[in-house]
């Protein structure tokens, strides 16, 4: 790249600063719309407008936090499906509701973020295209849209066990 087209040190500071700018607002944006929508406290299009208008960001180290994160999160999402592959660490299985508490801006949201966006475990995701291998027969065959098997696997099930079915990967 040609020294003209270069940008200028003033530049550049002036595009980071505009880019923690825009994750502090998304950040802020995204915990305040998930509160309103858990509370269904939205209402009419003028409270919303009004809502997003009035939304303020976080403070400026959450950007640092979540560029880190950013850098980070390939290692350790290897570093976990390595994990659960080799048998070093447990599937997750769960019968309950996982933890929904909003997370804060900065490194932990980012991190999940980064995790969320690579499908991490799933068949046809980011760095295990096949998945892996312990989700049910169930959870398979939702997932690939097989209607006949879903309805012979819950054709004898009664509404208790349908349910623990859909609650398992």
Not at 12 to 33: R, S, T, W
Not at 69 to 82: G, R, V, Y
Not at 106 to 113: D, K, P, S, T, V
Not at 114 to 134: A, V
Request: charged content about 30%.
């Amino acid at each position: 790249m040609s020294d003209d087209l270069e940008p200028s040190s003033e530049h550049k500071a002036m595009i980071e600063e505009k880019a923690k700018e825009l994750v502090m607002q998304m950040n802020a944006l995204g915990i305040q719309i998930g509160d309103r929508m858990k509370n269904d406290n939205v209402g009419t299009n003028k409270a919303m407008l009004d809502f997003l208008a009035s939304t303020a960001g976080p403070g400026e180290d959450d950007f640092a936090g979540a560029q880190r994160a950013s850098e980070d999160a390939h290692e350790i999402i290897e570093t976990i499906l390595n994990n659960l592959a080799s048998g070093k660490e447990p599937p997750p299985l769960s019968y309950t509701e996982p933890d929904q508490t909003p997370l804060k801006q900065g490194y932990e949201a980012q991190m999940l973020r980064e995790k969320w966006s690579t499908g991490m475990d799933m068949p046809h995701s980011m760095h295990r295209p096949l998945g892996l291998g312990y989700f049910s027969e169930f959870f398979m065959a939702l997932f690939l849209g097989n209607y006949e098997d879903v309805e012979e696997l819950i054709s004898n099930k009664n509404k208790k066990e349908i349910s623990k079915m859909l609650r398992q990967r």
